[in-house]
């Protein structure tokens, strides 16, 4: 079983939807949570930071984490095209220096 | 300015060839790293360096050499080519936030090998 599962998709959704995008680990030793965008070609860039459980929301994005459940989401409102991407969900423990990744959701925003 | 930035961006080789990739960051970060993306997004570490040492060595084949001239730079240099090392090879940094650390990436380094 691998450290943190996380669909693949591909996800297709229409212009306005609510997105949702979730990931499961196993390590309870993750405190550190994060969301990454990559575009295609591109680095991947942070787009959500969380510390343990809880909510954590930034404009059209919202994290969350049930760390009871071992299970992460991040939602996405009102999407757009310009969401079309791969996200990445992250996590790490205390110690940092090493974060695991998931396999990434490709998500594709219709117009 | 770019923060993280790694060349070549594109790099076609032979297999049993030796190159090189190099990687820069200017955001003033302690800690720099190589990671591997495969043909299905899995993005997975190599090495991690936290000022010019290193601290992370995941199995990596040891062909892989990562070198830390500095602390705003990590090159990475592979022996003797192989058709399976074909992926996007990202260089990151971080200044770890308490024991959490938020990654900035370059915009990788596709390497094929034929």
């Known amino acids: 079983q691998k450290e943190v599962e996380q669909d693949p998709g591909p996800l297709s959704v229409p212009e306005g939807a609510i997105v949702s995008l979730n990931c499961t680990y196993s390590?309870?030793?993750?405190?550190?949570f994060m969301w990454y965008r990559q575009y295609s070609r591109k680095g991947p860039e942070l787009l959500m930071y969380?510390?343990?459980?809880g909510n954590k929301e930034d404009g059209r994005f919202t994290a969350q984490v049930d760390k009871s459940s071992k299970y992460i989401s991040l939602f996405i409102r009102d999407s757009q095209p310009s969401d079309s991407a791969t996200y990445l969900c992250?996590?790490?423990?205390?110690?940092?220096?090493?974060?695991?990744f998931g396999a990434g959701t490709r998500l594709f925003v219709k117009a | 300015d770019t923060a993280v930035s790694q060349t070549p961006k594109y790099l076609v080789t032979q297999m049993g060839n030796d190159k090189s990739i190099k990687c820069e960051q200017n955001?003033?970060?302690?800690?720099m790293y190589w990671y591997k993306q495969d043909s299905k997004k899995f993005l997975k570490i190599m090495f991690s360096?936290?000022?010019?040492?290193?601290?992370i060595n995941e199995t990596v084949p040891n062909r892989f050499s990562p070198k830390s001239p500095d602390k705003a730079h990590l090159n990475l240099h592979i022996n003797s080519l192989e058709l399976g090392d074909s992926a996007v090879y990202f260089c990151?940094?971080?200044?770890?936030?308490?024991?959490?650390?938020?990654?900035?990436f370059g915009s990788g380094t596709q390497l094929s090998v034929l």
């Open positions: 990151a940094s971080s200044q770890p936030q308490g024991t959490g650390e938020k990654l900035f």
């Open positions: 992250a996590m790490s423990g205390t110690g940092g220096f090493k974060t695991i």
């Open positions: 390590n309870s030793a993750f405190q550190y």
């Open positions: 955001l003033g970060h302690d800690t």
């Open positions: 969380t510390y343990s459980s």
């Open positions: 360096y936290n000022n010019k040492e290193l601290i």
